[in-house]
């Protein structure tokens, strides 16, 4: 039966639901990390530095998972993104339909059944290649783990053969006087394993408010087609009529045909043609996809306008040199939001495209969100983005990004009711969403608020909120 979602505004009751509480309350700088996108089934829940919580959405419910031993307590500051893919992991061996594992290297568990795995390194008629994992074998934390693929690769897996799965990972950055260890970490949800990345790039100490933002959504593609030809650093389609430099900063990626895995990061694009660094192999079989940049997460706040940008593959950070800076310093209350694909006609014009190209932030302790542009560089306007009434965003509030919506939670208080908004991108203007009148603790930072599809179809969803200062977890239906 079709997913189908009949209530209407104004004519069925919205109404909150209790959820199972969680087991520890909220403090400061606890949070919630979840898939941006709402389709991932598992949220993290981190509710201090030792203490870390795997929610399951399906069950309603949570479990404890190995500690993170972050070296010092949350803090204002602290901040985590959700990326779909994990980390890569190296085969043992395989046939055409399988893959053999190392359960000592990488112990696989079952969250990895039914996602895609794609081929990255090795055997070179498998690389780019993607399959579905219909089941994983002897996953006892011993011996050979062995997947099983819905169809044929090209040729047999090979020994060292290197691949990824869209099982997701939780990156988390704890506030503090930044050390090499224990401060900015990776959990791989394939293998529940916690990794230290590096902190080089990033300022000294962090803190006041942060946010973390990750510009790439697997199931996103802002346009696609077939290349009518190509070189080491081009791909020209001579069916478009892009947007100069439009698509600077997304990444192309060859689904299928000449150079099929091939990922490149576009550095500039005419009306028909993208061009990013050499190396690429390109010509008019190459079927491409244009997506966001999967290997970028954006790092904001720290009380400063800087913005960070970490490399995955490099595990390095860098600052952002952008053309037109952040009018005002993010504080206390700050929160940011990647907006992809909003369903608007004006903003998926493949000749001024909008769709996947800005990331919304909260400046916190003010009424004004500030809006960057990935493709130029630059936070425009530089007066913030205007909208109607004088609601300021505080301490404690979360933002998250739904179609055309990008959705504000107004933390409450002890004594005073949650209320929760949502500011339209396409139209500029704030609205009320409702409030829920079943009070929390005393307000602290850290986001708490997210969305959970039934599907990836989004059109049966909730908006959860886990309570400040306490266990109280709630949800409403959005329509």
Known sequence: ???????????????????????????????????????????????????????????????????????????????????????????????????????????????????TIEFLTGTAANIGQRRTILSLLNNSGTGTITLTLDSALPSAVANTDTFKINSGSFFFLNAGTLAATNYFKRFDLGTLVWSNLAVTGLPATWGTAGSMVVPYIKELQYDTGTATAGSSTTLTDGTKAWGVNQWVNYQVRIRSGTGIGQVRVITANTGTQLTFAAGATIDATSVYDI???????????????????????????????????????????????????TGDSGWANLADIKDGRYIFSIRGGTAIIDRYDIATLAWLPTTGVL?????????????????????????????????????????????????????????????????????????????????????????????
């Open 387 to 479: 909208y109607n009434g004088n609601t300021t965003f505080g301490l404690g509030d979360s933002i998250r990004w739904d179609t055309k919506y990008l959705y504000i939670a107004k933390e409450g208080t002890a004594a005073i009711p949650q209320r929760f908004y949502k500011f339209s991108v396409t139209g500029n203007y704030l609205e009320p969403v409702t409030t829920d009148w079943y009070l929390n603790g005393a307000a602290v930072i850290g986001e708490k608020m997210w969305i959970k599809k039934l599907s990836s179809t989004g059109t049966v969803k909730w908006l959860y909120y886990l309570g400040a200062t306490s266990t109280n977890l709630r949800r409403i239906m959005l329509y």
């Open 291 to 341: 997506e966001g940049d999967e290997n970028a997460i954006y790092i904001l706040g720290n009380n400063a306008v800087t913005l960070y940008k970490y490399s995955i593959s490099g595990n390095t950070t860098s600052t952002v040199v952008v053309s037109a800076a952040r009018a005002g310093a993010p504080v206390a209350g700050m929160a940011s939001a990647f907006v992809g694909i």
């Open 1 to 115: 039966m079709p997913e189908t979602q009949n209530n209407l505004a104004l004519l069925n009751r919205k109404e909150w639901q209790t959820m199972m509480p969680a087991l520890t309350a909220t403090a400061a700088a606890s949070c919630m990390i979840v898939d941006p996108y709402g389709v991932n089934n598992i949220g993290l829940y981190m509710a201090s530095n030792t203490v870390h919580y795997l929610y399951h959405h399906d069950e309603d419910d949570y479990v404890q998972i190995t500690s993170g031993a972050f070296a010092v307590a949350l803090a204002a500051g602290a901040c985590g993104a959700y990326h779909p893919w994990s980390v890569a992991y190296t085969a043992t061996g395989g046939t055409s339909s399988t893959v053999t594992v190392s359960a000592a290297a990488f112990n696989l568990n079952g969250f990895i059944k039914n996602k």
